[in-house]
């Protein structure tokens, strides 16, 4: 019986492990992605549309969804001035459900995810 019941919370801790870091990968992926784009932005000054629509499209690949680039630099600065890349969205994940203090299975969730960068133009 002990063994039973130690075996079943070890599979529920390998659960939870396995979910969290499918959302620690995915961070991981948008802040690799934000890297990407701040450096082409560093070479032209700002974002421009053809990269802005190709960075939207590759975040919603990674399952990010209502995207706001809101404080980013979208018109061209001259060299040496400030540029930055703020990405925010919201992606979903599984977590454990413990609503009244009960282990309810798993429940998806959207989780908000911010990354902002900031970098000198060289253009």
């Known amino acids: 019986?002990?063994?039973?019941?130690?075996?079943?919370?070890?599979?529920?801790?390998?659960?939870?492990?396995?979910?969290?870091?499918?959302?620690?990968?995915?961070?991981?992926?948008?802040?690799?992605?934000?890297?990407?784009?701040?450096?082409?932005?560093?070479?032209?000054?700002?974002?421009?549309?053809?990269?802005?629509?190709?960075?939207?499209?590759?975040?919603?690949?990674?399952?990010?969804?209502?995207?706001?680039?809101?404080?980013?630099t979208l018109s061209p600065v001259g060299y040496g001035e400030d540029i930055c890349l703020s990405v925010k969205g919201t992606v979903t994940g599984r977590i454990l459900n413990m609503e009244d203090g009960w282990l309810n299975g798993f429940m998806q969730r959207e989780f908000i995810v911010e990354e902002n960068r900031v970098s000198t133009a060289k253009n």
């Open 1 to 72: 019986m002990t063994v039973g019941i130690s075996l079943l919370a070890m599979a529920v801790v390998v659960m939870v492990y396995l979910n969290l870091s499918q959302l620690m990968l995915t961070k991981l992926e948008i802040s690799q992605l934000s890297r990407k784009y701040i450096l082409r932005m560093e070479t032209k000054g700002y974002l421009d549309e053809g990269d802005k629509s190709a960075l939207l499209s590759e975040l919603t690949c990674l399952g990010m969804q209502e995207i706001e680039l809101g404080d980013s």
